[in-house]
T-cell receptor, first 113, second 112 residues
Framework: QQQVKQSPQSLIVQKGGISIINCAYE??????FPWYQQFPGKGPALLIA?????SEKKEGRFTISFNKSAKQFSLHIMDSQPGDSATYFC????????????FGSGTQLTVLP | SQTIHQWPATLVQPVGSPLSLECTVE??????LYWYRQAAGRGLQLLFY??????ISSEVPQNLSASRPQDRQFILSSKKLLLSDSGFYLC???????????FGDGTRLSIL
């Protein structure tokens, strides 16, 4: 019940295109859903996050769509750029004393110039 | 502003040797601290977390241990490394339970 399933494992998009990464969760008690971006040799950096009381959150070219009834959420990268090429992780956490994150397995995004 | 430091950046150790990885956070007090392991091509697995000095919670049984001797210092240790301990180890912190976690740049550990 703690699992977060992420797809696709890898994604190749042309410059200017839309990149879409999907995640699904099972535990309905999850109440915080962040997305992280990781470049090779670096730690993940928080990109954008959403709570289940909203269905969409947008920050610049990045949008999270959240479907509570389907227990799914997705990251949309509009006007994808070569600099967006990185590994993206979705995650989920429960309210609690430390907010332990459960991560998806990651999506390696390549944006072709 | 807050910063997190991890060292060393890379480490090559023989099987059976001890391990000590250090993480320190600057610019905040009483942070929540976390140790994650990332296997090649996979997501991050939470190993330990700490909400205060001397308070350590373990998420998975393993060959590793963690300690928090000071408010902003988090140490990952092992007495005898196994081949399966190879991976990318990441430390993270959050200012409170309702704030995001921020990661260091990690230590790549190779066991020979």
């Amino acid at each position: 019940q703690q699992q977060v399933k992420q797809s696709p494992q890898s994604l190749i998009v042309q410059k200017g295109g839309i990149s879409i990464i999907n995640c699904a969760y099972e535990n309905t008690a999850f109440d915080y859903f962040p997305w992280y971006q990781q470049f090779p040799g670096k730690g993940p950096a928080l990109l954008i996050a959403i709570r289940p009381d909203v269905s969409e959150k947008k920050e610049g070219r990045f949008t999270i769509s959240f479907n509570k009834s389907a227990k799914q959420f997705s990251l949309h990268i509009m006007d994808s750029q070569p600099g967006d090429s990185a590994t993206y992780f979705c995650a989920a956490s429960l309210s609690g004393s430390a907010r332990q994150l459960t991560f998806g397995s990651g999506t390696q995004l390549t944006v072709l110039p | 502003s807050q910063t997190i430091h991890q060292w060393p950046a890379t480490l090559v150790q023989p099987v059976g040797s001890p391990l000590s990885l250090e993480c320190t956070v600057e610019g905040t007090s009483n942070p929540n601290l976390y140790w994650y392991r990332q296997a090649a091509g996979r997501g991050l697995q939470l190993l330990f977390y700490s909400v205060g000095i001397g308070q350590i919670s373990s998420e998975v049984p393993q060959n590793l241990s963690a300690s928090r001797p000071q408010d902003r210092q988090f140490i990952l240790s092992s007495k005898k490394l196994l081949l399966s301990d190879s991976g990318f180890y990441l430390c993270a912190w959050s200012v409170s339970v309702d704030q995001p976690q921020h990661f260091g740049d990690g230590t790549r550990l190779s066991i020979l």
